[in-house]
Nanobody, 122 residues
Framework: QLQLVESGGGLVQPGGSLRLSCAASGFTLDGFTIGWFRQAPGKEREGVSCISSSGSTNFADSVKGRFTISVDNAKNTVYLQMDSLKPEDTAIYYC????????????????WGQGTQVTVSS
């Protein structure tokens, strides 16, 4: 059974950093793309960043230059490093998977994790 588990969320002040982890089980990341998504209260779920097992990446314009994404195939885990956090980054962050490499839109992804809360506030 394909399963993804997010961790690493928390409360951080503006300008601070967090690293989120997405641990995969039941499958290996080879041949898959892992995406990070977020949903703030009253807003639609949006794509944040995606990475393929070979290291191809893309980022939403709102996080470019502040967030980085990486994959550790040995640990079957994808990381989202979030720096220079802003209050508007506050949301529940989810990871999900799709086969191959393509659009980072949420509709193309499945096996959603339970999410991890990120709150940026002073």
């Amino acid at each position: 059974q394909l399963q993804l588990v997010e961790s690493g969320g928390g409360l951080v002040q503006p300008g601070g950093s967090l690293r989120l982890s997405c641990a995969a089980s039941g499958f290996t990341l080879d041949g898959f793309t892992i995406g990070w998504f977020r949903q703030a209260p009253g807003k639609e779920r949006e794509g944040v960043s995606c990475i393929s097992s070979s290291g191809s990446t893309n980022f939403a314009d709102s996080v470019k230059g502040r967030f980085t994404i990486s994959v550790d195939n040995a640990k079957n885990t994808v990381y989202l490093q979030m720096d220079s956090l802003k209050p508007e980054d506050t949301a529940i962050y989810y990871c999900a998977q799709r086969r191959g490499w393509g659009s980072c839109r949420p509709t193309f992804f499945g096996s959603w994790g339970q999410g991890t809360q990120v709150t940026v506030s002073s």
